[in-house]
Antibody, heavy 119, light 113 residues
């Protein structure tokens, strides 16, 4: 069974950099042909895709946020890390990581981690 | 590609049919394989989204057959027949035509009348 779990700070201050980690179990990022994406959801709002890293280390970013995002992976730890700079209160959201075994289909998702941006 | 769902919310009686619509700002039908790059997700309160349907009409393994997807090009529908109490959720459509610049609809909240 493949599971993903996000971890990171629950609270960050405006202008700070957010670092989130996605731990993947039941699937090897070093040997499996899959991608991991980060998706966020502000309270009561729509899902927004942020970034993706592929099995060959190719990286893709949301057009509107690409200057603030960085995605990387540590295959030895089976983890994917997302950093987001210059955090703003409008970035308050639940951040999810999700596995993409087949193009465009996110399954499964992690439980999500709520990040609040406030001074 | 902008995805727009309608309605934003709806209330349906148990055992009745629920219909949710999703419209894309451009076609998500790929001519080379004649597939619509459209997925539906169910998100129950306090849970992450769960994949229900992909290729616009293919049910994910384990999804009850009361859930069905239809449509092509720019207009799509998720239908839930014989609504059950456990179907209360927010439903999201998502296009993956412009891979990897995926976009989601704003979500439709389904409640019991």
């Amino acid at each position: 069974q493949v599971t993903l779990r996000e971890s990171g700070p629950a609270l960050v201050k405006p202008t700070q950099t957010l670092t989130l980690t996605c731990n993947v179990s039941g699937f090897s990022l070093s040997t499996g042909a899959a991608s991991v994406s980060w998706i966020r959801q502000p309270p009561g709002k729509a899902l927004e895709w942020l970034a993706r890293i592929d099995w060959d280390d190719a990286k893709y970013y949301s057009t509107s946020l690409k200057t603030r995002l960085s995605i990387s992976r540590d295959t030895s730890k089976n983890q994917v890390v997302l950093t987001m700079t210059k955090m703003d209160p409008l970035d308050t959201a639940t951040f999810y990581c999700a596995l993409e075994l087949s193009t465009g289909r996110f399954d499964p998702w992690g439980q999500g981690t709520l990040v609040t941006v406030s001074s | 590609i902008v995805m727009t769902q309608s309605p934003d919310s709806l209330a349906v009686s148990l055992g009745e049919r629920a219909t949710i619509n999703c419209k894309s700002s451009q076609s998500v039908l790929h001519r080379f394989n004649n597939k619509n790059y459209l997925a539906w997700y169910q998100q129950k309160p306090g849970q992450p989204p769960k994949l229900l349907i992909y290729w616009a009409s293919t049910r994910e393994s384990g999804v009850p057959d009361r859930f069905s997807g239809s449509g092509s090009g720019t207009d799509f529908t998720l239908t839930i027949n014989s609504l059950q109490a456990e179907d209360v959720a927010i439903y999201h459509c998502q296009q993956y035509y412009s891979t990897p610049l995926y976009t989601f609809g704003q979500g439709t909240k389904l409640e019991i009348k």
